[in-house]
């Protein structure tokens, strides 16, 4: 089943927000066995959205849409969606009711603007809204799917989950399942480990391989299909091998990023890692806290854009910012083992760096990062160079901090004492 | 001239990647004075990228891609484009000579598949690639103009500002300039704000108006087009005024979100900030040197995570974190207090929460945060739930200390001593 994600909304066309509810839907829909093959935005214009949704439907067997479906006047999905199918919208007294009583409870009136949220598809199946107030709904005709989500990220994810899919299970049956797994390779550009893959490459078909530029490192990623998940890791599991016994193996670790590996190495050896940003101003701090949690191997970071803060509080010495500046091996040293005693943890990792875009103040090119990791086996220090944007460089220097702590710990086996 | 943006890449359909690309893009194209009208994604099938480009083309002026300009298998947009135009391939003997030089440098033989890189549509004008290998292009035919841009998101911001829009400006003239301004209304709801505003967003046309749900916030943006930015800021400035005089000022800041607000008021009153951080993780001090010259108006974060760095670092009561544990009004005033302590700043900053998704440590729900503000003025406390996924609590809860140490700054009128 080939499916068409569009996203309505004017926001999305200046470039104000960046279009994260594609994203999602794509991968939900993904791991449930769909084939994303489209995905297009408009804005809150009748015509051009009814046409993007003619388009849409004569290419794909599914059309999911997402926003466009409260009460405001921008608000038109469900009028174009329904005129691009041929049907009417019909005004629906359950859903007219459940308005109602929520807006009584919440001590507002119900205005014939709050009314537009009653109106559906004539046959469309009801998509329920448990954490917000408008409904979403499905419904088939002439052999094309249309299905509508909202646009706030939180009301369409809880109705893909626990509506929109149920619903596409019962009408469309089990789709099988696509996983995919992503290797990330540092130390290497990706026509070399294209070269080293490309028998592979050109051979694909289920699993299917693809190389990514990212920042910090390049990401193989293999995608398979299967029955189930456990088909699809049965089918990914020898390409896998083969790509980890071409590259040499401390250079691959099986995810997206490295911060997820990292945290399940910690997880696994008992360890506790805290950090000293400066250049990175709090990201490593950020990546490591994303998942619940995380405060078992992750005691904290402290950030110290100052070089007083770095003196004070990590205890780097007045002489060492003196003669070396605040971006230097030493400085990057000492906020590191700082760091460590600061927190008591068993690792610490460190970064200090001109993020750009202005030049370092002894000229130094912007994207000058230190990274150093101590533990129990002594401080490392790095010196690295990030290519990019003020942005390219900070995400570079927290992913390769946290790469560096992930090689460390191997380097020198270190577990819990 | 009517633009209509397609980003290339099975990454994207797969959902692996956020699509910040067509975002950058879109807001660039925008301040320039083009209207983008469709954003689409297509992934690396030949068939399907043409039909897309062949769609593009029929109901916009300009198609401009980003992806698949290297040298692997994968990269396959510019022959699906020149298919698309009906234009055929032809190899360029100066960007071949470019390239031969180029590998010979970095001590690579020239191979047939890096020559891939030499062939560009018939009459295409290039676009150097100043920080990559592959270089763009741009070629009109029967009133349609194609540009390709490459995927990396450096080398394609760096191509479309130094060559994409001088050669656009050359070829269609002056577009005029589109420029948006976002007012931020904390503590109230869409509905609320709509119908304050109402008969504006009824009447309007240039500037338009509309209003966006954030995490924390009501986004109002008011956009204008004028013939350079300041006819552009002429035309907006009585619309603005008058949803200020609506809203109640101390509600509103003229911004996309608030830390570039904050960071403003900072540098205007001298005032330097730091946080402590327990369920943001790093996120306040992540978005806070966001922007180079950072250093000026902001010190560091503390991010604790544990409750003996909250002890240990910040200074917060064992009896504090044992009687109210760690996520109370007390333990953020505490936080908010030590950190100003340790930092030396003038104003701290402090949150500690349940970022979810399980509960607290006695029951609570997830979203719950405490956030502190401490300064001359004294510390203030504040109990915020926030709804959504981890990723929205976190983002919520940091956009709202942001504010409330704004609000602060206002309320008491913080200024240098």
């Known amino acids: 089943m080939i499916v068409e994600i569009i996203t309505t909304g004017t926001e999305l066309l200046l470039g104000e927000i960046v279009n994260e509810n594609s994203c999602w839907l794509a991968r939900f829909l993904n791991e449930h066995g769909y084939t994303v093959a489209y995905m297009t935005t408009v804005g809150d214009n009748p015509d051009r959205m009814k046409n993007a949704f003619i388009t849409a439907l004569g290419r794909a067997d599914i059309v999911i849409t997402s926003g466009g479906l409260g009460s405001t006047l921008g608000d038109i999905t469900k009028k174009a969606g329904a005129s691009a199918m041929g049907l009417s919208l019909v005004h629906v007294e359950s859903e007219y009711k459940r308005l109602c009583a929520h807006y009584e409870h919440i001590g507002r009136p119900m205005s014939p603007q709050l009314d537009r949220q009653a109106w559906f598809c004539k046959g469309a199946f009801i998509l329920k809204n448990d954490v917000g107030t408008a409904s979403g709904s499905a419904?088939?005709?002439?052999?094309?799917?249309?299905?509508?989500?909202?646009?706030?990220?939180?009301?369409?994810?809880?109705?893909?989950?626990?509506?929109?899919?149920?619903?596409?299970?019962?009408?469309?049956?089990?789709?099988?399942?696509?996983?995919?797994?992503?290797?990330?390779?540092?130390?290497?550009?990706?026509?070399?480990?294209?070269?080293?893959?490309?028998?592979?490459?050109?051979?694909?078909?289920?699993?299917?391989?693809?190389?990514?530029?990212?920042?910090?490192?390049i990401a193989v990623?293999?995608?398979?299909?299967?029955?189930?998940?456990?088909?699809?890791?049965?089918?990914?599991?020898?390409?896998?091998?083969?790509?980890?016994?071409?590259?040499?193996?401390?250079?691959?670790?099986?995810?997206?990023?490295?911060?997820?590996?990292?945290?399940?190495?910690?997880?696994k050896r008992e360890l506790v890692l805290c950090a000293a940003e400066s250049c990175t101003g709090g990201l490593i701090g950020k990546l490591m806290t994303d998942y619940p949690g995380s405060s078992s191997y992750f005691k904290g970071s402290c950030v110290t854009y100052w070089n007083e803060a770095k003196e004070h509080i990590l205890g780097v010495k007045k002489e060492t910012l003196d003669k070396y500046t605040a971006v230097s091996a030493e400085t990057a040293r000492e906020m590191a083992e700082g760091a460590r005693k600061l927190y008591g943890a068993h690792l610490a990792v460190s970064t200090t760096g001109y993020a750009g875009p202005g030049q370092g103040e002894r000229g130094e090119d912007p994207g000058l990062v230190y990274i150093a990791v101590s533990g129990e086996a002594g401080t490392r220090v790095y010196k690295e160079k990030f290519l990019g944007d003020r942005n390219n460089v900070r995400m570079g220097a927290a992913e390769k901090a946290m790469y560096r702590v992930w090689q460390y710990i191997h380097l020198f086996n270190i577990r819990r004492q």
């Open 139 to 217: 419904v088939t005709y002439n052999g094309k799917t249309l299905i509508h989500l909202p646009g706030p990220p939180f009301e369409m994810k809880i109705m893909a989950q626990r509506y929109m899919m149920p619903w596409m299970e019962k009408r469309f049956g089990n789709q099988g399942i696509i996983r995919s797994v992503v290797l990330s390779v540092t130390g290497m550009g990706e026509p070399q480990v294209e070269s080293l893959l490309m028998d592979l490459l050109k051979k694909q078909s289920n699993p299917t391989i693809a190389l990514l530029a990212r920042p910090g490192f």
């Open 221 to 267: 990623r293999v995608t398979a299909w299967g029955k189930d998940g456990e088909e699809a890791l049965d089918r990914m599991e020898p390409v896998i091998r083969e790509i980890e016994k071409r590259i040499p193996e401390h250079t691959t670790v099986r995810e997206q990023g490295i911060h997820p590996v990292l945290a399940e190495e910690l997880k």
